[in-house]
């Protein structure tokens, strides 16, 4: 169930643990769900197309969950690139928590769950994978991801799924007028995988 209040720092809900089993090509991950975290109780659709169809994260040097929420993302990842560092990050101090404890108990050990001011600044990062949040509305999506998006290595890919009605087709135009050429990798569910690059310098 997706709760409407997912990106609360606090959280008000009282915390209601709820473990789930998640089968993937890696392997099965058992993940801690809480209420006031993003899909508490399933992982979400969107998110399960991306684990399934994203190309491979960089096998080192420092990838990025951009809104961990339970860390599934950021799990899987660490699970796929284990010579890598993974930086999850989200505002929501309950959804940091779960996905420190989601790791270890996973026996995953290259995720760093932080709020986003505790990644180091000369951080960039080689591969980014997002669900992101699409209703903190319009204009905070955009700063958020023209904070983060700079970061990205000149050679370095981002995975983002987002659903249609909510705006799928006009993020993407968006991202290319950016800077950030963005094109449809897969569609299924209403949900569209986007990936996004920088643009090559020079290119016209
Ligand atoms: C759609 S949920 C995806 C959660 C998780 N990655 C998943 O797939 O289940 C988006 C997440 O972004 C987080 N978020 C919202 N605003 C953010 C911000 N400014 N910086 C980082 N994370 C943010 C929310 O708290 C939420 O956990």
Redesign the pocket.
Known sequence: MTNEH??SPQPSSASQPYVITVALPEGTLRLTTDRG???YGAL?TG?RLLLLKAPAPAATGNLL??????G??AISMAKRSPHAVVWA????ER?VALTRQNAEANNVFNVRACL?DDIPADVVFDTIWS???IH?GKGPLHD?LLRWLPRLSPTGQVTMVVQKHLGSDSLQTWLTSQGYPTERMASAKGFRLLSTTRATPNAS
């Open positions: 997912y990106f975290v993003f899909s979400d998110t969950d951009l809104g961990c929420g339970a599934a993302i990050v989200d505002v929501n959804a986003p669900n992101p949040p903190i958020l």
